[in-house]
């Protein structure tokens, strides 16, 4: 089969699928009671309480074969060239395929939505990224984009190769983006991923600081597909279930990725947003990730204060920003910290076990591991 034919057949067996394959949420790891860290979490507990942030999927699932699809973030709701983000991007471990990483670490901005999808889906998800950018009147005449997308590999339960993303599914993650709640676990990029030997997906937390140290909020959003040693709140849950990596019974590989995408309102630039997405590789480890040899973790941080938007022309040569002093960037520092590690806990308690392309992969088994955080001391609600 050519693959003109094999993505013909994909849209189609997407547009027969996508609604009979729907995987409904599980809870979320605070609804058992299970409250990561001591801060206070933003009304949705999602990427999308910082102001203006919206998030998209379209999800693809067809059979045993196809399990992948997009995600979608928007810093804001407008011209995003025009009007661009002060953002930083900080390596964990670089084996992955981030397009536009040196542009966004030369210049300290990001001018598109940040779009996060399978290993072989990046180029044509760049491609739909410029031609939604030059789609939009006002970018008439524009020359060069620097599009954003992230990727983990999803080919354990999706059949990689047959590259079934398209276009117009990117553009419709797009245009799909709205704020509040925040779909989970086997949707959009994180449809086919993989975490700690169970079922992935895509998670999200936030963040609000104290109103006396600024009141801003930290959100993330992870796409998570890497191994380790699973811990729940500091519970060893991975060894007590005897399922973690280098287990003699657990023939479980640690390589994969994880994509984390931390916005915030505060007023802060390129230097202290890389400080920021350091940090959340903190929140990675509290999970038990050891980013592998063959893990791709990319941090990608970013601030939609409004009035440090970068304009894209300016009849000024110099550019005022506010910026918040390094000496205040510690809460912020432990708002994504804990924020990253209840996204990751989040993306497999939502996530569901799915038949794939090469097996089928179990979603975390909920009812087990509440048994393990009671004996832990945890006391459970909600089961």
């Known amino acids: 089969m050519t693959k003109n034919l094999r993505i013909l057949f994909a849209i189609i067996l997407y547009s027969v699928f996508s609604i009979s ?4 949420q599980n809870k979320r790891v605070r609804d058992y009671g299970i409250s ?8 949705f507990n999602a990427i999308t309480d910082v102001p203006g942030v919206m998030v998209g999927h379209t999800t693809l699932n067809a059979g045993d074969s ?3 699809g997009v995600t979608a973030i928007l810093p804001y709701d407008g011209n995003i ?3 661009k ?3 930083a991007i900080y390596i964990g471990n670089g084996f992955g395929k981030l397009t536009g990483i040196s542009q966004v670490k030369e210049l300290g901005n990001i001018e598109t939505p940040v779009i996060l999808t399978n290993t072989l889906s990046v180029p044509v998800a760049a491609d739909a990224l410029i031609d939604y950018t030059l789609s939009i009147k006002e970018n008439n005449g524009v020359r060069s984009v620097n599009p954003v997308v992230g990727e983990t590999n999803d080919g354990t339960l999706n059949d990689i190769a047959g590259r079934y993303v398209t276009k117009q599914h990117v553009l419709e993650a797009i245009h799909n983006a709205r704020g509040g709640i925040v779909e989970e676990g086997n949707v959009g990029a994180g449809t086919g991923t993989l975490c700690f030997g169970f079922k992935g997906g895509i998670g999200t937390s936030s963040r609000v600081l104290p109103e006396k140290m600024g009141g801003y909020t930290v959100g993330v959003l992870v796409q998570t597909n890497f191994g380790g040693i699973l811990q729940i709140d500091g519970v060893p849950v991975g060894e007590e279930l005897n399922h973690y990596y280098m287990n003699h019974y657990f023939n479980d590989k640690a390589d994969g990725s994880c994509m984390i995408v931390v916005a915030t309102d505060a007023p802060i630039g390129p230097g202290n947003l890389e400080r920021l997405a350091k940090r959340a590789m903190l929140g990675l ?3 038990g990730g050891i980013s592998s040899n063959g893990s791709g973790d990319y941090i990608i941080a970013f601030s939609t204060y409004p009035d440090n938007l970068i304009s894209h022309y300016s009849h000024s040569p110099v550019m005022v920003q506010s910026t918040l002093r390094n000496d205040r960037m510690s809460p912020l520092f432990m708002a994504v910290i804990e924020a990253t590690e209840e996204a ?5 308690f939502a996530a569901r076990t799915v038949k794939g392309h090469s097996g089928e992969v179990k979603a975390l088994p909920v009812p087990d591991v509440l048994i393990i955080m009671e004996k832990y001391g945890h006391k459970i609600d909600g089961k």
């Not at 394959?21 to 409904?24: A, D, G, L, Q």
């Not at 990561?36 to 009304?43: C, D, E």
């Not at 990751?344 to 497999?348: A, C, D, E, T, Y």
């Open 81 to 83: 060239f025009q009007n």
């Open 36 to 43: 990561i860290g001591v801060m206070s979490v933003g009304v």
């Open 21 to 24: 394959y729907s995987f409904p």
């Open 344 to 348: 990751i806990l989040n993306s497999m």
């Open 85 to 87: 983000i002060p953002a």
């Open 66 to 68: 196809i399990h992948t």
């Open 285 to 287: 480890a509290k999970t």
